[in-house]
T-cell receptor, first 114, second 112 residues
Framework: SQELEQSPQSLIVQEGKNLTINCTSSKTLYGLYWYKQKYGEGLIFLMM?????EEKSHEKITAKLDEKKQQSSLHITASQPSHAGIYLCGAVRPAGGSNYKLTFGKGTLLTVNP | NAGVTQTPKFQVLKTGQSMTLQCAQDMNHNSMYWYRQDPGMGLRLIYYSASEGTTDKGEVPNGYNVSRLNKREFSLRLESAAPSQTSVYFC???????????FGPGTRLTVL
């Protein structure tokens, strides 16, 4: 079963509108990453959240991690065409001993129409 | 700083051919990773190298081998390519295992 669920799978918004992407884990998260990917390119690191209730912002993008550390949301205010792309969340989980692994959700495809 | 670089960007192989995907990072990171990205499957870890001189299997290692040539370089080899290995391959690196990973631009591989 998929341990990390992203919703929605795809999203089309009009420029200037706000939007939210969600990432839900079936297990407690040790950390949660948000990346953005443009078609044909690599992943660009956006933000990393570790503490329950933590919130971080960068320009018009805000990411939050809930108190139980099982759900994160990514909110974009006043979207622009430059925000278009695939947004992926990545969960940090223990991998035995002192090791950790990063497991990704399937991504949310965002289209912003001018 | 170039960050993480990958070569080639595109490759087409015939079934049974072999090839090596190259990855290099200039951030003095200890850990490096190889992922594949497939539609509907997301990113899956193939192999990783926690530090120079060590490599370990990830989620989908079958059909692949890796070499951590030095601290900068981590290569992925397909000995006998299969159509199921058609995918986009990403290399990433992090300061230490568990730290933020920085990704290369990817290699788009098609196996006919």
């Amino acid at each position: 079963s998929q341990e990390l669920e992203q919703s929605p799978q795809s999203l089309i918004v009009q420029e200037g509108k706000n939007l939210t992407i969600n990432c839900t884990s079936s297990k407690t998260l040790y950390g949660l990453y948000w990346y953005k990917q443009k078609y044909g390119e690599g992943l660009i690191f956006l933000m990393m959240l570790q503490k329950g209730g933590e919130e971080k912002s960068h320009e018009k993008i805000t990411a939050k991690l809930d108190e139980k550390k099982q759900q994160s949301s990514l909110h974009i205010t006043a979207s622009q065409p430059s925000h278009a792309g695939i947004y992926l969340c990545g969960a940090v989980r223990p991998a035995g001993g002192s090791n950790y692994k990063l497991t990704f959700g399937k991504g949310t495809l965002l289209t912003v129409n001018p | 700083n170039a960050g993480v670089t990958q070569t080639p960007k595109f490759q087409v192989l015939k079934t049974g051919q072999s090839m090596t995907l190259q990855c290099a990072q200039d951030m003095n990171h200890n850990s490096m990773y190889w992922y594949r990205q497939d539609p509907g499957m997301g990113l899956r870890l193939i192999y990783y190298s926690a530090s120079e001189g060590t490599t370990d299997k990830g989620e989908v290692p079958n059909g692949y081998n890796v070499s951590r040539l030095n601290k900068r370089e981590f290569s992925l080899r397909l000995e006998s390519a299969a159509p199921s290995q058609t995918s986009v391959y990403f290399c990433a690196s992090s300061a230490q295992r568990g730290d933020t990973q920085y990704f290369g631009p990817g290699t788009r591989l098609t196996v006919l």
